[in-house]
């Protein structure tokens, strides 16, 4: 079975760091590019980051760069994501997708592990 | 404020059609990118339910198709089922932004 499954969420003050994992399983990781998207209390969703088979390209949504880094380790078909000098506006649930085609559909997703931002 | 725009709400009762609209610009839908669609239903994880404008994964019964003209897209449900009452996001490439981009979601209730 196909499935992607995140931890590592919680609850955090502003400005502290928190690493998010996701695990997959019943398909070849390595082959695929991989996202995270967020959704805020009773908001939308929100694309934060992508990144390439390799690891050698990564894309991020203006809002997180250079707080925001996405990593992967295909020896673990694991993909993370190490969030420093969190706000309270980071504060949502943090799904991780697989995303086939680069920039195009986001067809597999894991439950989503959230995340708070709060004194 | 999202980069592609979805009404807020659309309703319907058992058996009828509804239509949800996603208009985007120049920089996303009206370049070209390619349109997709995923439902949400409450307290779940969002599901890719149309792919490639009008394309259906495996198992999304063919009462759910897509279409994209211009800047905008649609998504229309026919022969509604009390099953379908959730959120549905359209998502897009926008070449300005570089990066993928939502609609703001619009919540289908069935009557």
Known sequence: ?119 | QSVLTQPPSVSGAPGQRVTISCTGSSSNIGAGYDVHWYQQPPGTAPKLLIYGNSNRPSGVPDRFSGSKSGTSASLAITGLQAEDEADYYCQSYDSSLSGSVFGGGTKLTVL
Do not use: H
Request: aromatic share 12%; with cysteine; proline share 3%.
């Open chain 1, 1 to 119: 079975e196909v499935q992607l499954v995140e931890s590592g969420g919680g609850l955090v003050q502003p400005g502290g760091s928190l690493r998010l994992s996701c695990a997959a399983s019943g398909f070849t990781f390595s082959s695929n590019w991989m996202s995270w998207v967020r959704q805020a209390p009773g908001k939308g969703l929100e694309w934060v980051a992508n990144i390439k088979q390799d690891g050698s390209e990564k894309y991020y949504v203006d809002s997180v760069k250079g707080r925001f880094t996405i990593s992967r380790d295909n020896a673990k078909n694991s993909l993370y994501l190490q969030m420093n000098s969190l706000r309270a506006e980071d504060t949502a649930v943090y799904y991780c997708a697989r995303d086939p085609l680069r920039f195009y559909y986001m067809d597999v997703w894991g439950k989503g592990t959230t995340v708070t931002v709060s004194s």
